[in-house]
């Protein structure tokens, strides 16, 4: 899988050189401006600055769906096991049945991105 030409290298494009506000179950995951983005594997590596001497790199993986609001300056990486079943509700059982190993913050949720208004 290659996100090469897809909504999400669109939107991450979008998102380059703007200060950002990430968060999960109304929690901050991290906070600064998107200097980089490269795919690995089956997630998408991110390279922030926090402050001029504070860079960080972390991984996200590739969401299940991405909505865009553009009006709004937020986007949502959606990892909901509803959204990967696609309304199928045997599928959505037999996801739920199998056995999660270690504790993943983004595990059957939504990361929200939030554009930060200009300084």
Known sequence: MTIIDTELERVL????????KLTINNKNFRKGKLLLFKQNNYHIEL????????????????????????????????????????KDKKFLEMIRRLPVHGENKFYDTILEIQIMEDK
Not at 13 to 20: E, I, T, V, W, Y
Not at 64 to 69: C, D, G, L, T, V
Request: glycine share 2%.
């Open 47 to 86: 390279t922030i600055r926090k402050t001029d001497i504070d860079i960080k790199r972390f991984e996200v993986p590739i969401p299940f769906a991405i909505e865009n609001w553009n009006d709004d300056g937020l986007v949502y990486f959606d990892y909901r096991l509803a959204t990967l079943a696609h």
């Open 13 to 20: 494009k979008s998102l380059l050189q703007k200060d950002l």
